[in-house]
């Protein structure tokens, strides 16, 4: 199986409360690679156009407004069918619904605050990557 690169956000709640190391391990553990990190504090503007497909929903100024409150962790996983993987170690959006063992259920704290953010697709994957990394702070 082919390589996958995937785009991944470690959220305000985890950096808040330290856990960026422990999530990181879940993702090693799982067998991703993390060939691109870097922590920033997103900007209204920024937040406002990564999640643009939401901008119409009921909860979209309060996902901006929690997205840009504290920093965040960027990042690019690595691994063989990497969306599909960070996806299931992410586990459900509402940790309530989440599997025990993922990032969401021993993590999150709410639906807003769930800790994690990783690419719904390949195609998204890229899209989301190329806001944040240039290639060559890709490294794998
Ligand atoms: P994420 O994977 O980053 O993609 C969109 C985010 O919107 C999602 O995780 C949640 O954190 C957030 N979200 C989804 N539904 C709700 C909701 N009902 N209330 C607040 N935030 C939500």
Redesign the pocket.
Known sequence: MAIEHTFS?LKPDATRRNLTGAVNAVIEEAGLRVVAQKRIHLTKAQAEFF?GI?RERP?FG??VGTMTAEPVVVQVLAGENAVAKYREIMGA?NPANADEGTIRKRFALS??E?TA??SDSLDNAKLEIAQFFSGNEIVG
Do not use: K, S, W
Request: glycine share 16%.
């Open positions: 956000i999640y939401h909860f309060e996902l959006t639906v807003g769930n953010h990783g």
